[in-house]
């Protein structure tokens, strides 16, 4: 059977790493003195499992809003002889300096710290504890840490008292002066992007000696004649956003070892440096082991590109020989990577690249969005708008990648509004129903997490709009179970403000809707404790106010009636919140809304179906209101059904609890009676039952022969119109066994046992010929839970 994309399971180690962290004490700790979290005394675990734990721990701190940060975690880390931690990565303001303090005797390889600008210098001084053993270290974004908070310093064996983490944030005008990268003489991998400018990149480097890969993204350089100390080592340079000058270049192919190299930029940046073909020229020519080279961003000052005329016939070829690139026919075999973004280099035919970046097609559109996520957002995010572009108007044909990049994208930057706006509205068009069915199960589950993530972070009207949309394209309820509480909560969350967005409103109405449609009670009573019945009866109050019936409103009042389908608790809630007066507000206000008025009737139906809440229905107001709605012909007969199933479990209480004078009790039977004779029993309905029960307990009695005559009505029409659906339900609640009681009653009219009778024969054949097709195609856009 063919896999479907991300149909891969995640792997057991994978799985039991989550399963550890979600339940700390029950597997690796205990609680000890002062509620500190203690690892046991019988556990030691390698570095495999160590920098597992660790890495997955910052992963669903950041991506998963369900899971419990401990404020102790990173102390179970802090005995080499218990746990060992070698390959580390952290990131964004959630680690602090106790973090790093805490695992400051691990004798650490590599440790990446990406955007932690909750970092001071203290983690500059920890920093020193893994100058032995580090050979690869990152502090892309860090921008606080090499800034003093208040009081001096600290060494690296010194205890930390949580009253110092009082996290105050660094003061940028202390600079850290004594950090130096003396003695880190097994360095070899260096991130220091975004170096604030005060920082003397020179001098806090000089003390390297066997670098063999330099990240200096948006670094002011003051001098550039340092970086060829590293002529005989370095093999990989980003100078991304770096001002680029003859100067530098000159010092930069000096650096004959560079298999990458990149000096990049944005397209919006000024600069007064012009890429020439002169020296992209050189830099081939210069520098023989490239592999690898991004001039992403540059305007060309003169031609580097062959005329189309002169191009190589044929398709789209890799070969330096043939290369539409004048520079690149001097290289001695294709680039493995070649950034063209924001270039127009990107553009033509035959590209000496197995991978480029670009906007000239998918494939350079996902190169992009995969090479720039990380570190480059603003470029990033301009890639994933392209994507949306082409998922859009054209076809995406690399799905599953796409996907992942985008979902990659929203979780690493979570907090960055641009990212998310342009990440939820590409998943809107790549989950669609174009692309539907090639996505595999887990893949959706995590566009889901990713999307919620989103409209938990932000309240701006975009991302919330693209989320909801988004949700849209899922199959409602089924797939969005495993989040059921969480996508209500969020939901009911953007519903609350009296004058939201309307398009927002609109679309998270419709949600909630389609979300409490087709559950278990248990999911509707959890969801009615959040406060959605009041929510809702807020919305079509402030309708009400606008004396506007829209959208809004007729699915305010059908998720309203799906959630207190046999959900008695929410049916008090319906009527605690005045929710009978705005029912006769609406009523009254939208007296040819005849959507509106289904919806409603059917709300009250299930109120009605709760026996110690019929009496707030039975006074002289209610009773008038639904006699006379007996006569409508609103929506085929789906009105005055409903009014005549509020009537019938109100009947069938008995005349004793009937107090009023007006209006009498057998005159509103007479129209019941009237009403139901009316009705085609061929009518096709805007409704969906998923249980008799409320209808059978109508059945074998004598209190209310209209009520009987009601429900056998009922079952008539539904096993008539959609036998394959309605007969096996009746069969299987023990129907048949009722409508035999029916046809005994000597109370029971004749009309009554009549249609008794021909329900049975209908589930009869039915049972007899179970393909009978004979009308019955269903096509029920009403729901009744």
Known sequence: MA??????????????????????????????????????????????????????????????????????????????????????????????????????????????????????????????????????????????????????????????????????????????????????????????????????????????????SLDLSNVHLLGTAFLAQWKDRLASLVLYNVDLSEELIGTVLELVHLRHLDISQESMRVTKFKMTRKILTAIVQRLPHLVSLDISGHIMLDNCAVPHFEEAMGRPSTEPCKSSIYPFRELKRPLQFLGLYDTTLCNVTHIPAYKVTGSKNEEQVLNAIEAYTEFRPELAHRAINQLFDIARIQHCNQLLRALQLVIGALKCHKYDKSIQVTGSAALFYLTNTEYRSDQSVLLRREVIQVVLNGMEQYQEVTVQRNCCLTLCNFSIPEELEFQYRRVNQLLLKILEPARQDESIQRIAVHLCNALVCQVDNHHKEAVGKMGFVKTMLNLIQKKLLDRMCDQVMEFSWSALWNITDETPDNCQMFLNCRGMTLFLDCLKEFPDKQELHRNMLGLLGNVAEVKALRPQLLTPQFISVFSNLLDSKADGIEVSYNACGVLSHIMFDGPEVWAMQEPRRELVMDKMWEAIRSWDVSSRRNINYRSFEPILRLLPQSISPVSQHWATWALFNLVSVYPSKYCPLLIKEGGITLLEKVLELESSHPETKDMAGKVMEHCESFHEDPMETSNGQEVNYGHRG
């Open 3 to 212: 896999t479907k994309a991300g149909d891969n399971p995640d792997s057991l180690m994978t799985l039991t790493t989550v399963f550890c962290l979600r339940n700390l004490r029950r597997t690796m700790c205990y609680q000890g003195p002062l509620n500190k979290l203690c690892l046991r005394s019988d556990i030691f675990l390698p570095s495999e499992i160590c920098d597992k734990l660790v890495n997955t721990y910052m992963e669903l701190v950041h991506t998963d809003s369900n899971f419990e940060p401990e404020e102790s975690f990173f102390q179970l880390f802090s005995d080499p002889r218990s746990t060992r931690l070698t390959r580390v990565q952290l990131r964004e303001d959630f680690v602090r300096d106790r973090d790093l303090e805490a695992i400051r005797k691990q004798d650490l390889i590599e440790l990446h710290l990406t955007y932690c600008n909750g970092l001071s210098s203290r983690s500059l001084k920890t920093l020193a504890c893994f100058r032995d053993t580090l050979v690869s270290l990152c502090l892309f974004g860090c921008s606080n840490i090499f800034y003093k908070k208040g009081g001096a310093p600290l060494a690296c064996n010194e205890s930390t008292e949580d009253e110092e983490e009082e996290e105050s944030p660094a003061s940028r005008q202390a600079l850290e002066t004594d950090f130096s990268f003396q003695g880190f003489n097994r360095l070899r991998l260096l991130n220091l992007g975004g170096l604030p400018d005060e920082v003397d990149a020179e001098a806090l480097l000089r003390p390297l000696r066997c670098v063999t």
